[in-house]
């Protein structure tokens, strides 16, 4: 079974920093692309960061210039570098991958199970 963990979250003033993690755990054989959404209150999930299996990157308007979505090949896992929060950065924040459990299943999309980001003013 499958799951992706995640970690980081916390409580931070503005303009100060976090860095989010999310690793799979279980059996893989290979992870695709990741991404990283938030959940505001009362918002829709949005996206904040994509990376494909080769590194390339995408970014939410919002936090370009702010947020690094990186990635860990020989561990299946993806880190969120966020700097100069703001209080609009407050939300849920929930990783996913697409993964291969082996070389004849189907790529699945599996969700992490979210970790708060609170920042102050």
């Known amino acids: 079974q499958v799951q992706l963990v995640e970690s980081g979250g916390g409580l931070v003033q503005t303009g100060g920093s976090l860095r989010l993690s999310c690793v799979p755990t279980?059996?893989?054989?290979?992870?695709?692309?990741m991404d990283w959404f938030r959940q505001s209150q009362g918002q829709q999930r949005e996206l904040v960061a994509a990376?494909?299996?080769?590194?390339?990157?995408n970014y939410g308007e919002s936090v370009k210039g702010r947020f690094t979505i990186s990635r860990d090949n020989t561990k299946n896992a993806t880190y969120l570098q966020m700097n100069k929060l703001t209080p609009e950065d407050t939300g849920i924040y929930y990783c996913?991958?697409?993964?291969?459990?082996?070389?004849?299943?189907?790529?699945?999309?599996?969700w992490g199970q979210g970790t708060q980001v609170t920042v102050s003013s």
């Open positions: 996913n991958a697409r993964i291969k459990e082996n070389y004849h299943s189907r790529v699945t999309l599996y």
């Open positions: 279980g059996h893989i054989y290979s992870v695709d692309a």
């Open positions: 990376i494909t299996s080769l590194g390339n990157t």
